[in-house]
């Protein structure tokens, strides 16, 4: 066989090894996914699904960029500069509740079984109670869900929303005024605020934690959301990613330290030890629930959302209530078998 015949097969075999890469790309289905937050703990298991090729083998092409809050997420879905996205499924109702003829969008993965809204209260305050709460200051942002949602916390505590002083503050400073004694409880993110306060000093023994699902608050919290647009479009690229990100979810459940890798392959400075910590926190808090170990994660009861979307329409007064299947829908999740995915407990 002469040179320039065997450079002309090799040549064209190389064109169609192209060509066939360009194909399989140009049939994947693009996602863009829109974080909360920053890349944490809690990001782990979107992250693993990327690295360990879970999204492409369901012939998606995934891209996950970090966030700046719940709000933000929601909004972007809405715009159409997102398809997906990770936020608060309390905040998905105000969003409906505000915007009715607005964009459809639905949570389609509760991650959070469970509000990770909390109090952190200084027991040296007397602090050891809900009751203990009343005559006392509290801070935190306006937006954030322990603030906005104070009044369902308060009255399934036998506590006058009004009993305690508020303060609106900066994010940035919340956890500060704690340890400085400026006030003598705030509200945040469990696996957030206490990180943040452990690292300005104040050690988990000197504070009285009231989660709200600990205290009768039956909200959810952060879901995965789709625009409804791109899901009466795409169905099958949901279910994919669904199918994608329940597998990896199961193999953080599994193995919290090895999940932990591939946020730090995607933020190299991030701290190894306190992002392994806020994950098994966000685990062991909303995660790994009774009723998700019992149900399967990612689903709902339709009871309990009807009622949590009451409470919330309730305490933002919302000018209407959304109606659960506009605000949730299980029809992308995987069987409930594949998503009995937590490990045994240990006796």
Do not use: C, H
């Not at 890469?21 to 974080?35: G, K, N, Y």
């Not at 499924?89 to 915007?99: H, S």
């Not at 000197?206 to 608050?217: A, E, K, R, S």
């Not at 932990?260 to 629930?289: G, W």
């Amino acid at each position: 066989m002469s040179r320039q015949l065997t450079a002309g097969l090799l040549a064209g075999a190389l064109g169609l090894s192209l060509l066939g890469t360009a194909v399989a790309q140009a049939d994947e289905t693009r996602i863009r996914f829109q974080l909360d937050w920053r890349f944490e703990g809690p990001s782990a298991p979107f992250l693993m699904a990327v690295e360990r090729g879970y999204f492409a083998e369901e012939g998606l092409n995934v891209q996950i960029d970090s966030g700046s809050g719940s709000a933000g997420a929601i909004n972007r879905v809405a715009s159409g500069a997102y398809e997906m996205g990770f936020g608060d499924l309390n905040a998905l109702v105000e969003f409906l509740a505000e915007n009715p003829d607005g964009p459809g969008i639905q949570g389609v993965y509760v991650v959070y079984d469970g509000t990770p809204a909390s109090v952190l209260a200084r027991k040296d305050r007397g602090i050891e109670s809900p009751a203990d709460l009343a005559g006392k200051a509290l801070a935190a942002p306006a937006f954030d869900t322990g603030y906005r949602a104070w009044g369902i916390f308060a009255a399934a505590n036998d506590l006058e929303a009004g009993a305690v002083e508020w303060q609106n503050v900066d994010p940035a400073l919340r956890e500060t005024l704690l340890v400085r004694g400026d006030v003598d409880a705030i509200t945040g993110f469990y696996f957030t605020s206490l990180l943040n306060l452990e690292g300005r000093g104040m050690s988990e023994e000197q504070l009285t934690i009231m989660p709200f699902p600990d205290y009768g608050v039956p909200l959810y919290g952060n879901a995965i959301i789709a625009s409804e647009a791109f899901s009466e479009a795409n169905p099958e690229a949901v279910e994919g990613f669904l199918r994608a990100f329940n597998r990896a979810l199961a193999e953080t459940l599994a193995d919290p330290e090895g999940a932990i890798e591939y946020v730090r392959n995607r933020d190299a400075l991030i701290d190894v030890e306190m992002e392994t910590r806020r994950l098994k926190l966000a685990i062991d808090s909303v995660i790994d629930t009774e009723e998700a170990r019992a149900n399967g994660a990612g689903d709902v009861d339709e009871q309990r959302l009807r009622e949590a979307i009451q409470l919330v329409a309730d305490a933002y007064d919302l000018p209407s209530v959304p109606e659960p299947e506009r605000v949730f829908t299980s029809r992308f999740l995987p069987p409930q078998e594949e998503r009995m995915i937590f490990p045994e407990r240990a006796e």
